[in-house]
């Protein structure tokens, strides 16, 4: 039993969300890496919810981004108990201010250490989320 718990624990790696996003830029310098900036709205946006269940919590998706990508969700859920501390929602603010001015639902960018677009996805992702992880992984194979 203690085998197959370890061997779950291995395999199943937790997707770590970075929430502040100069601390993901610092991270994604360090480490190479770039940046997965995802901007939903948990408890409203259906296709938010769909893009995070079916793309973001994918199990390939998981792997390739712990080995790829720095990731960052600027959530702006409505219910009050799901709402960030006053720090953490002006840092999402901040986000949509630069990158989501039109305040699209769910909103994918891939971008550089430096912050800089380098792709886009508006709502949910148009191809299976094995085609959209792999299409994340040339591009991220393709900056190394």
Known sequence: MKLITMFLLLTVLPINWESDFNNAKKIAKE???LILLNFSG???CGPCIVTRRDYLENQSFADMANENLVLVNADFPRKKKNIGT???VKR???LAEIYNKEGSFPLT???NADGKVIKTWHGKPEMTPEEWT???KAICDSKK
């Open 134 to 136: 792999a299409e994340i």
């Open 86 to 88: 006053p720090e953490q």
């Open 109 to 111: 960018l891939l971008l």
């Open 92 to 94: 999402n603010e901040d």
């Open 31 to 33: 480490k190479h890496e």
């Open 42 to 44: 948990s408890d409203w």
